[in-house]
């Protein structure tokens, strides 16, 4: 049987493209120019179009969108201009309001701030340019490094075999270098490899996971997919548990192992895939 192992380009396409479809069309946006500038040479209040050429999120270091921070452009045809993130991270300024070297600022009270340049033109990708922001808070993260047990449960997944329900893993997590993230690999289970992890993220005291694609083979053939984002608050120092809901899919695949390979779970062809979603599955890390 033959086994796809993802390259590092793909699972960051894999990544670019899942955040992208997550992100739902917004209403038109204000622009204001800093309150630091004169009248004479501030810039006039822009709206955005509702198609706008590039766009760009902020999030904390657990996954979380960021809402009220401020983006300001730092040169280029429009610097000084800013904007502020809306309730789920977003922003955007229209076409004509950067270059290509053009610089941006994000900055929240409480986070480092952080700048980024303009990111390279993507073709596939609406809009075509994006630039996605990650700002560390400015608080140690919760010490929560050990090893653990790991179990995820469906919420409400009487359409998966009963054994794939409810599955465990031993994972290790490594100490928090600051408010970041981590690549875990768990075991305890046959993971096929280049989709045996998940990444853990620490801000404060909140604890995020992202699972883009976590597979089992349970048998022969037989595959559960795990895709999903869970979070949750935990005790800042060494927590025996750590309890986050889950909001994603689990899906289990059946092929033929004598001549289908696993590919076929992600086609969709000549393959049996049950799916269960939902906002309410759950994820428990108890240390061992």
């Given at each position: 049987m033959t086994i796809s192992t993802p390259s590092a380009i793909v699972r960051s396409v894999l990544s670019s493209v899942i955040l992208m479809t997550s992100i739902a069309c917004g209403s038109d946006?204000?622009?204001?120019?800093?309150?630091?500038?004169?009248?004479?040479?501030?810039?006039?209040?822009?709206?955005?179009?509702?198609?706008?050429?590039?766009?760009?999120?902020?999030?904390?270091?657990?996954?979380?969108?960021?809402?009220?921070?401020?983006?300001?452009?730092?040169?280029?045809?429009?610097?000084?201009?800013?904007?502020?993130?809306?309730?789920?991270?977003?922003?955007?300024?229209?076409?004509?309001?950067?270059?290509?070297?053009?610089?941006?600022?994000?900055?929240?009270?409480?986070?480092?701030?952080?700048?980024?340049?303009?990111?390279s033109f993507c073709a596939a990708c609406n809009p075509n340019r994006w630039v996605n922001f990650v700002l560390k808070l400015q608080v140690p993260p919760a010490s929560i490094a050990g090893s653990y047990t790991m179990t995820i449960t469906g919420d409400r997944c009487t359409n998966l075999p009963e054994q794939v329900q409810t599955r465990t893993y031993a994972v290790t997590l490594p100490p928090t270098a600051g408010n970041a993230y981590s690549s875990i690999s768990p075991t305890g289970a046959n993971f096929l490899p280049g989709w045996n992890q998940f990444e853990l993220g620490v801000s404060g005291n909140y604890v995020g996971l992202w699972f883009e694609t976590l597979v089992e083979e349970v048998a022969p053939g037989n595959y559960l997919l795990i895709g999903m984002s869970a979070g949750g608050l935990v005790d800042p120092e060494h927590p025996a548990t750590i309890t986050a809901r889950a909001d994603g899919r689990i899906s289990y695949c059946t092929i033929d192992p004598a001549s289908g390979v696993f590919d076929n779970c992600l086609r969709g062809t000549t393959a049996q895939v049950a799916t269960c979603s939902s906002q309410q599955h759950t994820l428990i890390l108890t240390r061992r």
């Amino acid at each position: 049987m033959t086994i796809s192992t993802p390259s590092a380009i793909v699972r960051s396409v894999l990544s670019s493209v899942i955040l992208m479809t997550s992100i739902a069309c917004g209403s038109d946006r204000t622009l204001t120019a800093p309150s630091s500038l004169n009248a004479a040479n501030s810039r006039p209040t822009a709206t955005l179009p509702s198609s706008a050429f590039m766009r760009g999120t902020v999030s904390d270091t657990a996954f979380r969108h960021l809402t009220g921070a401020t983006i300001e452009i730092l040169n280029g045809p429009s610097a000084g201009l800013t904007i502020t993130s809306d309730g789920r991270g977003e922003w955007a300024f229209p076409p004509g309001a950067f270059d290509d070297s053009t610089q941006f600022r994000a900055t929240k009270d409480g986070y480092e701030p952080a700048i980024m340049p303009l990111g390279s033109f993507c073709a596939a990708c609406n809009p075509n340019r994006w630039v996605n922001f990650v700002l560390k808070l400015q608080v140690p993260p919760a010490s929560i490094a050990g090893s653990y047990t790991m179990t995820i449960t469906g919420d409400r997944c009487t359409n998966l075999p009963e054994q794939v329900q409810t599955r465990t893993y031993a994972v290790t997590l490594p100490p928090t270098a600051g408010n970041a993230y981590s690549s875990i690999s768990p075991t305890g289970a046959n993971f096929l490899p280049g989709w045996n992890q998940f990444e853990l993220g620490v801000s404060g005291n909140y604890v995020g996971l992202w699972f883009e694609t976590l597979v089992e083979e349970v048998a022969p053939g037989n595959y559960l997919l795990i895709g999903m984002s869970a979070g949750g608050l935990v005790d800042p120092e060494h927590p025996a548990t750590i309890t986050a809901r889950a909001d994603g899919r689990i899906s289990y695949c059946t092929i033929d192992p004598a001549s289908g390979v696993f590919d076929n779970c992600l086609r969709g062809t000549t393959a049996q895939v049950a799916t269960c979603s939902s906002q309410q599955h759950t994820l428990i890390l108890t240390r061992r």
